[in-house]
């Protein structure tokens, strides 16, 4: 009897450890692993969908497919994802800001579970459902992007953030009206003189974004997607 107590304690202790130590739980779709916890356990489906939704816009805009899978991370709270951020970019007390909710390179997607948005993040709203799968639809575009460029996940792209960014920004739609209309109504005021200096201040995505967009329009889809190719080597 003691013995099938004892037994059963450490069974329950076992469970309780890889609870702790192996949170993630894996989900595999067509072109990726969705890896949540379970605090979005219901919320994944809808999480799937708008990947799915992404992935479909993206390979639209550039008329590819991702050329390999990869990983969307989930994560449940903030703290986990500055955990993971902290160990990725090998900064130890690393503390993202409040609008930072995801970053995506070549094979994966981290993501603060948009559940969590209204009281772990600012600029981002889970109940606005189109700017959610923008949000996502832009990691996606990183992640395609990563992919075709050479340089080690974004780390050999110094002065190219104009492009990075404005890429994601524009093809993701969300270059919006109301995005535009900011830039217009500070076109008189002094804005930043080179394209290095567009990844900054208020208006970045703006100015980021509309770059590109200029790219697409003037120059045409082959030239923009062929630029996406370049890094310092
Ligand atoms: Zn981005």
Redo the contacts with the bound molecule.
């Keep these: 009897m003691l013995r099938l107590m004892a037994m059963r304690i450490l069974s329950c202790l076992i469970f309780t450890f890889l609870l702790v130590n192996e949170p993630w739980q894996t989900e595999k779709f067509n072109q990726f692993d969705l890896l949540y916890t379970a605090a979005d356990v219901s919320f994944k489906n809808e999480y799937a969908t708008m990947i799915s939704s992404g992935i479909d816009s993206v390979e639209k805009f550039t008329g590819h497919s991702f050329s390999r899978r990869f990983h969307v991370y989930v994560h449940p709270d903030r703290k986990s994802l500055d955990t993971q951020w902290q160990k990725d970019w090998g900064v130890d007390d690393f503390k993202s800001e409040c609008w930072m909710v995801a970053s ?1 390179i070549s094979g994966k997607i981290d993501l603060l579970a948009p559940r969590v948005w209204k009281d772990q993040a600012c600029e981002h709203s889970f109940a606005d459902k189109l700017k959610t799968r923008q949000v996502i639809a ?2 996606l575009f ?1 992640v395609y992007h990563a992919q075709v460029n050479p340089g080690n996940d974004f780390n050999n792209v110094a002065g190219l953030d104009w492009l ?2 404005g890429f ?1 920004t524009y093809a993701s739609g969300q270059l919006d009206t109301a995005r535009i209309q900011g830039l217009k109504e500070s076109i008189n005021q002094k804005l930043p003189t080179s394209l290095d200096a567009f990844w900054t201040g208020k208006l970045k995505y703006g100015l980021a974004g509309s770059t590109v967009l200029f790219i697409d329009k003037k120059f045409g889809r082959p030239v923009l997607l062929n630029l996406l190719t370049h890094y310092e080597s």
Excluded: L, R, T
């Design positions: 995506g832009h990691e990183h990075v960014e994601a």
